[in-house]
């Protein structure tokens, strides 16, 4: 599902600030797999997601994301894989606030197709009810609980059914009992339908709730 | 919910402006108030300008052919090595008739720029009525021609436009000076000796006051008679159809036929320079309010992008492509430009109306004619919908152009 060989990231690189985040990580993820991501602040966990994710490029090394190398892939075809293959849910939920719960999850099958159909909206409705909102769906994102726009930013993550679904310090920002409703929506989707999940956490709880944690420590990877 | 026949751009352009409405209201109002100047002094220019062309081109011809002028030749003596030393002095020139005006006339007719080709017998008379003289001009004219060039049938206060062999028509001013009315036997002299007594069947009103004193019209072989050409006329008055390509059509004319042919352009330079000037005027103030309209809509943009910066990373985040993204801001930027300018358009097509009632002459006539010509108002459209995309597109680059992380990371 996810290769990582030798991968390095470096900011600024050839210049006098240069400064390497990653250093030569080697990294597999199989399908299914539900991974925490623990690891000090500044240690290169959101580096390393960005770069698997495709949002970033690594300085050196090589990246396979669904059987497919994407080092030196095109920006387009990287957006393409990006959409179809990847979701993701940030610590700050994200959502667009000028739409509704149900518009925000069918943005990602809107943006894909280019019209909007029949079919996208039936997508988002079940997406929406299975994260337990679909009394809420006609409201605007910003009309919504931090616990509730989090759990439609999952569900507009799921849009697409990605193979692989990064989560950065999702429940970072929520209480006990929102954030175990997350993990637990998160953990849902990983069982049914096999999404291979990477989940960057602080809370050592919830990390030991995953099939096994990645520890990053100065830009160094241990499993 | 999202219309099935609006694209994903438009959707989520909509969207934005409708979020952010006050600022969309505000630049929107920028917009209209732009093209509403715009329009209400194009229409405005183009009116007055087509009333001022109307009265100044409705006495007179668009282009005039004249037969050349006479020219002293010197005598030269033998071919001995002497030297003349010869003052040459400019000569009389005399009352001459365009040669083969007829066939000249027929060539110009052929013209597709030409509307009218009138023949013109014209010259200087004196007019008598009992002990009193008064020096005029004698226009001789063909009336079903000469009324296509200068329409007497509107200009005519009393009697009657008919001309007839023994019949004149007379200005206002000179029938005011010597006490004359319609029915009323005038005696025209001229100096080739021509006598005529002519009854007067309308008196006229062309607006100048040294023509309604001076001109008299009569029939083309009255006038022949009483100046001495048989035949002949002194001048082609000529209409086309674009009177600011008359001097154009002028300059073909004299290559055409060999004889001079001058167009109002040229014999009225003064009055369309300053016709020109304020065109030009007119098109820089344009030109400017136009750019204060894109650098609104570009500096509103800007501001967007600065304040959806996030939500793009996310939007690219999720798979949606750079193009996709410009697309967005170019279509608010088109949008905003179209709903300002549709506005606009109403504003000054509200104004002309308004200023149409108010500005009148002192004898209530309006002051010039309301013109509401849609082309206008479309090319307005076309215009503000160009610039608001062209203002757009940097704003639009840049937000394409938004790293991702640095834009999700805030």
């Not at chain 1, 310090?169 to 999940?197: K, M, W, Y």
């Not at chain 2, 110009?108 to 009138?118: D, F, G, K, P, T």
């Not at chain 2, 000179?174 to 007594?197: E, I, Q, Y």
């Not at chain 2, 793009?312 to 949008?335: C, D, E, K, N, T």
Request: glycine share 10%; proline share 3%; with cysteine.
């Amino acid at each position: 599902m996810v290769s990582l060989r030798g991968v390095f990231k470096a900011y600024n690189a050839g210049t006098p600030i240069e400064t390497e985040v990653l250093h030569g990580i080697d990294l597999t993820l199989l399908r299914g797999d539900f991974c925490a991501v623990m690891g000090p602040s500044g240690s290169g966990k959101s580096t390393l997601l960005n770069i698997i994710g495709l949002l970033d490029r690594p300085t050196a090394g090589s990246v396979a994301v669904c059987g497919e190398q994407t080092t030196r892939l095109e920006d387009r075809a990287l957006t393409r894989l990006r959409g179809h293959s990847i979701g993701f849910v940030f610590q700050y939920h994200h959502l667009i606030t000028a739409f509704s719960a149900l518009e925000n999850v069918m943005m990602p099958m809107l943006g894909a197709a280019g019209f909007a159909n029949e079919a996208m909206r039936a997508r988002a409705a079940e997406l929406i009810d299975s994260v337990g909102l679909r009394e809420r769906q006609h409201n605007l994102a910003g009309n919504l609980s931090g616990g509730q726009q989090q759990r439609v930013a999952i569900a507009r993550a799921l849009a697409m059914n990605p193979a692989l679904l990064l989560a950065d310090e999702p429940t970072g920002n929520l209480d006990t009992h929102s954030a175990d409703e997350v993990f637990a929506l998160i953990r849902r989707f990983n069982q049914e339908h096999g999404t291979t999940v990477l989940f960057v956490t602080h809370n050592p709880a919830l990390a030991a709730r995953c099939d096994k944690t990645i520890q990053v420590i100065d830009g160094r990877v241990s499993a | 919910m999202f219309e099935p026949w609006l694209p994903f751009e438009w959707i989520v352009a909509l969207r934005f402006l409708r979020e952010g409405r006050l600022q969309t209201v505000f630049i929107m109002a920028g917009v209209a108030i732009g093209v509403g100047v715009i329009v209400f002094m194009s229409a405005l220019l183009a009116g007055l300008q087509t009333n001022f062309i109307r009265r100044v081109l409705s006495a007179q011809a668009h282009i005039q052919l004249l037969p050349p002028k006479e020219v002293s030749r010197a005598l030269r003596g033998g071919s001995g090595p002497e030297l003349e030393a010869a003052t040459v002095q400019p000569p009389l020139q005399r009352l001459k008739s365009i040669d083969q005006w007829q066939s000249v006339a027929e060539q110009i007719r052929a013209m597709s720029e030409v509307i009218v080709a009138s023949p013109v017998a014209g010259g200087s008379a004196l007019v008598l009525r009992g002990s009193t003289s008064r020096s005029i001009s004698i226009i001789g004219i063909q009336p079903d021609l000469y009324f296509r060039i200068v329409n007497l049938d509107e200009k005519i206060v009393r009697g009657t436009t008919r001309l007839t062999g023994s019949d004149i028509l007379i200005g206002i001013e000179l029938a005011s000076d010597l006490g004359l009315d319609v029915g009323d036997k005038l005696r025209v002299t001229t100096a080739h000796g021509g006598a005529s007594a002519l009854t007067i069947t309308g008196i006229f009103d062309l607006g100048n006051k040294g023509v309604n004193t001076r001109s008299v019209f009569m029939a083309l072989h009255t006038a022949q008679s009483l100046l001495g050409l048989p035949g002949g006329v002194t001048s082609l008055d000529v209409t086309v159809r674009d009177v600011y390509a008359a001097e154009g059509v002028a300059q073909r004319i004299t290559a055409a036929t060999g004889i001079e042919a001058e167009s109002w352009i040229k014999t009225s330079a003064q009055f369309f320079a300053a016709i020109s000037a304020q065109t030009t005027a007119n098109t820089a103030i344009r030109f400017f309010v136009g750019l204060s309209v894109a650098f609104g809509i570009a500096s509103v943009l800007v501001v967007v992008v600065v304040q959806k910066s996030r939500e793009i990373g996310i939007l690219r985040a999720m798979g949606i492509s750079q193009g996709q993204i410009l697309r967005v801001f170019l279509v608010q930027g088109g949008l905003l430009a179209l709903g300002g300018a549709t506005v606009g358009c109403a504003i000054g097509a509200g104004a002309l109306v308004m200023w149409h009632s108010y500005a009148r002459n002192a004898d209530g006539t309006p002051l010039f004619p309301l013109v509401l010509d849609v082309k206008l108002f479309a090319v307005a459209l076309m215009l503000a919908v160009l610039t608001g995309l062209l203002a757009a597109f940097a704003p639009a680059l840049r937000a394409a152009r938004l790293d991702p992380v640095v834009a999700i990371r805030g």
